[in-house]
């Protein structure tokens, strides 16, 4: 289980020290991909093979499923973390997010987000600014 956020900065080989608290679910290895917006999605190999099929049982012929799996297949790399806990982001992906120095990486429950930590910044106002009470009501809260 994946929860928190922690500041990392990405040194000058692209390489991110994974939290220690998320090291555990990630040790066998790891998937990073694309985000859904200007950030980097890492799945730990079970997560990313229960998604994988999701993404594969949706019909080819649809344009939208191609286009999807392009984005989050092709953006894709397997790692597994080095002893101290670090994986080498792909200059591709660095690009994607605009990482570049210090990151914000967070838990979220089944999957880790990486952030610039300017890009954070923004999100994590817009989340606290929101009115995001409505989802409680969703969930009966």
Request: net charge negative; aromatic share 10%.
């Given at each position: 289980?994946?929860?928190?956020?922690?500041?990392?900065?990405?040194?000058?080989?692209?390489?991110?020290?994974?939290?220690?608290?998320?090291?555990?679910?990630?040790?066998?290895?790891?998937?990073?991909?694309r985000g859904?917006?200007?950030?980097?999605?890492?799945?730990?190999?079970?997560?990313?093979?229960?998604?994988?099929?999701?993404?594969?049982?949706?019909?080819?012929?649809?344009?939208?499923?191609?286009?999807?799996?392009?984005?989050?297949?092709?953006?894709?790399?397997?790692?597994?973390?080095?002893?101290?806990?670090?994986?080498?982001?792909?200059?591709?992906?660095?690009?994607?997010?605009?990482?570049?120095?210090?990151v914000?990486v967070?838990?979220?429950?089944?999957?880790?987000?990486?952030?610039?930590?300017?890009?954070?910044?923004?999100?994590?106002?817009?989340?606290?600014?929101?009115?995001?009470?409505?989802?409680?009501?969703?969930l009966g809260?």
């Amino acid at each position: 289980m994946f929860l928190g956020e922690y500041t990392h900065t990405i040194d000058d080989k692209g390489r991110l020290t994974i939290p220690a608290k998320f090291r555990g679910d990630l040790a066998s290895g790891l998937v990073v991909t694309r985000g859904f917006d200007q950030n980097l999605m890492i799945f730990p190999l079970s997560e990313w093979q229960e998604l994988a099929e999701r993404v594969l049982s949706r019909p080819l012929g649809d344009e939208g499923v191609r286009a999807f799996r392009r984005r989050i297949f092709s953006g894709a790399v397997d790692l597994t973390p080095d002893r101290q806990g670090r994986i080498v982001l792909p200059p591709y992906l660095r690009e994607f997010a605009d990482i570049d120095g210090e990151v914000v990486v967070s838990g979220m429950y089944n999957y880790v987000e990486v952030w610039s930590s300017s890009s954070w910044v923004m999100v994590r106002d817009s989340i606290e600014n929101g009115n995001e009470s409505s989802r409680w009501d969703d969930l009966g809260i």
